[in-house]
């Protein structure tokens, strides 16, 4: 059964940092291509960053360009997303999603989400 | 980037009625080098990620009932609900993957209710 484990969200303040992780079961982690979206509250869907199978090529969307890295460790089929300079705008459940078909871009599977608020 | 927009933003159907949902992109999201749509439908529960129901525009993933279905081409899309049952209430999100990173985008939702 396919996996995807979120965790590392929480309060922090304006300008703090947090790392998220979303650790991968279930299917051929090195193979496949993963993103994170946010879902800020009773917002819709935003697409935040891209990371490759093998890691080598990433991308981000011009809102957390700067301020988040992606990165991923094959040996333990996990995922992360440094966060800095957190703004209150970045307060949102932030979900990894495992693309379908590698080199092509939507979701088949998707973490419950970690809950990132940002906040004094 | 390319701009996704569902219509309407919310939708109340009675049960066992037809619900159809729109999503117009900005520019066609038809590949020429394979004639596919390079469009997704999701579905959303409250306090539940996405859920997969539509991909290349028509193609049902696998365990999603058959009363849902995708059309469409180019710039226009529809999802449609035959027959509405009570678990269906959720928001529903159209996806473009035409365009590839950096650039993926969502429509803004679609809620859907019993009337």
């Known amino acids: 059964e396919v996996q995807l484990v979120e965790s590392g969200g929480g309060l922090v303040q304006p300008g703090?940092?947090?790392r998220l992780s979303c650790v991968a079961s279930g299917f051929t982690f090195r193979s496949y291509e993963i993103n994170w979206v946010r879902q800020a509250p009773g917002k819709g869907l935003e697409w935040l960053s891209y990371i490759s199978s093998s890691g080598s090529t990433i991308?981000?969307?011009?809102?957390?360009k700067g301020r988040f890295t992606i990165s991923r460790d094959i040996a333990?089929?996990?995922?992360y997303l440094q966060m800095n300079s957190l703004r209150a705008e970045d307060t949102a459940v932030y979900y990894c999603a495992k693309v379908a078909v590698p080199g092509f871009y939507y979701f088949d599977y998707w973490g419950?989400?970690?809950?990132?608020?940002?906040?004094s | 980037d390319i701009v996704m927009t569902q219509?309407?933003?919310?939708?109340?159907v009675s049960l066992g009625e037809r619900a159809t949902i729109n999503c117009k992109s900005s520019q066609s999201?038809?590949?020429?080098?394979?004639?596919k749509n390079y469009l997704a439908w999701y579905q959303q529960k409250p306090g539940q990620p996405p859920k997969l129901l539509i991909y290349w525009a028509s193609t049902r993933e696998s365990g999603v009932p058959d009363?849902?279905?995708?059309?469409?081409?180019g710039t226009d899309f529809t999802l449609t609900i035959s027959s509405?049952?009570?678990?269906?209430?959720?928001?529903?999100?159209?996806?473009?993957?035409?365009?590839?990173?950096?650039?993926l985008t969502f429509g803004q939702g679609t809620r859907l209710e019993i009337k």
């Open chain 1, 16 to 18: 703090g940092s947090l």
């Open chain 1, 59 to 64: 991308y981000y969307s011009d809102s957390v």
């Open chain 1, 76 to 79: 333990k089929n996990s995922l």
């Open chain 1, 112 to 119: 419950q989400g970690t809950l990132v608020t940002v906040s």
């Open chain 2, 7 to 12: 219509s309407p933003d919310s939708l109340a």
């Open chain 2, 29 to 35: 999201v038809l590949h020429s080098s394979n004639n």
């Open chain 2, 67 to 73: 009363r849902f279905s995708g059309s469409g081409s």
């Open chain 2, 84 to 103: 509405l049952q009570a678990e269906d209430v959720a928001v529903y999100y159209c996806q473009q993957y035409y365009s590839t990173p950096p650039t």
